[in-house]
RNA sequence: GGCCCUGUAGCUCAAUGGACAGAGCACUGGUCUUCUAAACCAGCUAUGCGGGUUCGAUUCCCGCCGGGGCCGCCA
């Protein structure tokens, strides 16, 4: 890595120094080395010389942070001058209260349009990761309704610090969790029995009333068919302070379509079973039908799972009986007022956790204890949990999980992301499959399509609440900074499509020589280095985010990417008509845009979106039309 | 009450303890007979309050104020 080779210099030039006895006897602080953010400041600079100044104050020493910074930049300039494989820096200057600032050289700049080239499909790729093993577990809504806008923020999440991960050297497997036991689907069965009985059209509307005894009537939207003889009309949604109870089942017009393609499936059969009171048959068959339509939506949006991991399996394999015997033998567990508890306080969990209720059932928790087991047993040196805003409480808890079974805690990171609200009419609302108003995440992607979504999802920083203003993000959509970037992508491919109309074939320019680009004019050269240092930048971006976590680091990138490159594409002709460019300055801007491209299409492939080759400009205009200035 | 996240430009958000706090949108001007103007250029405005650590704080620590969330023998 770039960074290494700079890191590498400054901390060769330190020992040389230190050897030939220039600093008394201290310890030598590690070497920072940081991105200035005034391009002034040169490429990287590193704060070494006002650490050792300190390190020096601190045991009575002399030695001013600018003196220490000369003497060092001194040594760097003799090293970078002797030394081949250390050509890249040009320049070094000591600034500031004493930072030394390294610049890289212009023409090493233009050379690098090969390498970035011959990087290809691999371009920004590293191995921090050295092949650990990791499990990255995101999204794993429940199968008892759609895929809201709310936990869809893990599907971008995840989906793109995978490929981020993957690209840093880790051996990533995505994994969805299904919780497809447990009370939920009895529930489901519950308000499935009815749909199932209205569809048929047996007399289920007097249970209505038992619905509304059991919630507050805005929690509960049945459909307008399921309405009907009510008579109620939509009355506007009461402004309710007190905390809704929960209805018993799933009530909306989803439920009316699941129920639909149960009874096509099965044609009724399970209602007449005996053991559909309650409705666990029938719960199940619905689950079933939901996690489809949930892996639909999941490649719809582009997101990729390797595993789908099912909790109903865990049961009949023993997993969760040798669960709770790792942790009995483990000393962990203790039967208190009849129930079973594991005592996850004392590993950093906030309390202590029934594992086995006094019914003698188990709990959910033992289903979360046998998947950890498994996924540690399965050989994953990490497990990464990406989880909403109201699991906080998860982290201690799967912590000291994975030490209960015997495991590092460390080894389990835990990811939560922030709210996601969405804004309409200018007004902020929250939502909730439990206040009956959650928006999908396939309604979403009808209205913008899935490159505009995902985009949209990971500008933000993952803990940063997110509030998706859908009429903005609809009628700007021409103005969307993810459509930007792939439009630089755009923008490129018809160039090269141009260059093929005139005759040029890619092996004209494949070997051109970048050093032509050396004597264009100032602003044109600066256009070109800017855009060469950004394709440079890459592989520390996919470094940074893999390592954090943080995949919106790569949207900031693409973003930036995607302005160098316009920048360059506007100062720099190459095939335009009028402009008088020479023949080698021609095929040298061809091979540089090529590169450009390169990294634009591998930018937008990390982020898990399409690089179009060609962005019709229709849309933009019917905005322009459907909106006219006032 | 305990705990988690959060407060930066008019709005939505960035900023591995660094130098002059950046983008996008919005607004005001300028660039198209030209490789796609979905672009480019110029201009405007900000770290909630008070302490502390540090050569240096938007960043770390403490307090206050404000916003969101979680604290079940539900899953």
Not at 56 to 73: D, F, N
Not at 74 to 101: H, Q, S
Not at 103 to 129: P, S
Not at 531 to 550: D, N, P, S, Y
Request: aromatic letters at 6%.
């Amino acid at each position: 890595m770039l960074q290494d080779t700079i890191r590498d210099i400054i901390t060769k030039a330190v020992a040389a120094l230190t050897e030939h006895g220039a600093f008394p006897d201290v310890e030598i602080p590690a070497v920072e080395i940081m991105r200035p953010q005034v391009a002034a400041h040169g490429d990287y600079s590193t704060n070494v010389a006002m650490k050792l100044a300190a390190a020096l104050r601190s045991v009575g020493l002399p030695g001013t942070p600018r003196a220490l910074a000369e003497t060092i930049a001194t040594e760097i300039r003799e090293m970078v001058a002797v030394v081949p494989a250390y050509d890249l820096v040009t320049a070094v200057e000591v600034a500031g209260p004493g930072f030394i600032n390294l610049r890289l050289g212009e023409r090493w700049l233009l050379r690098q349009t090969a390498d970035v080239l011959a990087a290809g499909a691999g371009l920004g790729a590293v191995d921090v990761g050295r092949g650990t093993r990791v499990n990255l577990e995101f999204v794993s809504a429940n199968p008892t309704g759609p895929v809201t806008v709310a936990n869809g923020r893990g599907a971008f999440l995840g989906d793109a610090l995978g490929n981020l991960m993957h690209a840093a050297g880790y051996d990533v497997t995505k994994e969805y969790y299904f919780n497809d036991a447990g009370g939920q689907i009895d529930q489901l069965g519950f308000s499935m029995e009815r749909y199932c009985r209205f569809i048929l059209g047996e007399p289920v509307f007097c249970q209505i009333d038992d619905i509304e005894n059991e919630a507050a009537p805005e929690v509960v939207k049945p459909s307008a068919r399921f309405q009907k003889g009510k008579g109620g009309g939509d009355s506007a949604p009461a402004q309710t302070a007190a905390k809704p109870r929960k209805p018993r089942g799933y009530y909306d017009p989803y439920y009316e379509s699941v129920a639909e393609r149960l009874l096509m499936r099965d044609g009724g059969a399970l209602l007449e079973g005996p053991a559909t009171e309650g409705g666990p048959a029938l719960g199940k068959a619905a689950a079933d039908i939901i996690m489809r339509d949930i892996q639909d939506t999941m490649r719809r949006m582009n997101v990729e799972f390797d595993v789908w991991f099912n909790q109903a399996s865990l049961a009949p394999s023993g997993e969760i009986e040798a669960g709770i015997k790792a942790l009995r033998d483990g000393g962990y567990l203790e039967e208190r007022a009849g129930a079973v508890w594991m005592k996850s306080s004392q590993l950093g969990d906030d309390q202590d956790r029934v594992i086995i209720k006094s019914s003698g059932e188990p709990t959910y928790i033992t289903s979360d204890i046998a998947y950890m087991r498994n996924k540690f047993e399965r050989g994953f040196d990490q497990l990464i949990f990406i989880l909403g805003p109201d699991h906080h409480g998860y982290i201690g808890r799967l912590k000291a999980t994975a030490a209960m079974l015997g495991h590092d805690p460390e080894r389990v990171h835990v990811l939560i992301y922030g709210n996601v609200a969405l804004k309409v009419g200018g007004r902020t609302m929250r939502m909730g499959k439990r206040l009956g108003n959650a928006v999908t995440l396939d309604e979403l992607d009808d209205e913008l399509g899935a490159d505009v979504t995902r985009f949209f999802y990971l500008m933000r920083a993952n803990e940063t609440p997110l509030d998706f203003d859908l009429e903005l993000a609809r009628k700007q959509t021409s103005d969307n900074p993810g459509l930007s970037v792939q439009y630089a992508h755009a923008r490129a491919s018809g160039v090269f499509r141009k260059a093929e109309e005139r005759g040029i074939a890619p092996d004209q320019y494949a070997e051109a020589d970048p050093l032509a680009l050396a004597n264009d004019r100032p602003d044109e050269l600066a256009a070109e280095l800017n855009l060469l240092r950004e394709l440079l930048r890459l592989e520390e971006v996919v470094e940074r985010a893999a390592a954090t976590h943080e995949p919106h680091l790569l949207t900031a990138y693409g973003m930036a990417l995607a302005e160098a490159y316009h920048l360059f594409y506007d100062t720099c002709p190459i095939l335009k008509a009028g402009s008088d460019v020479p023949r080698d300055v021609q095929m040298a801007r061809l091979r540089l845009m090529a590169a450009a491209r390169a990294g634009l299409a591998r930018t937008l492939h990390l982020l898990g979106m399409d690089a179009p080759e060609r962005m019709e400009r229709e849309a933009a205009e019917a905005v322009a039309h459907a909106s006219p200035a006032e």
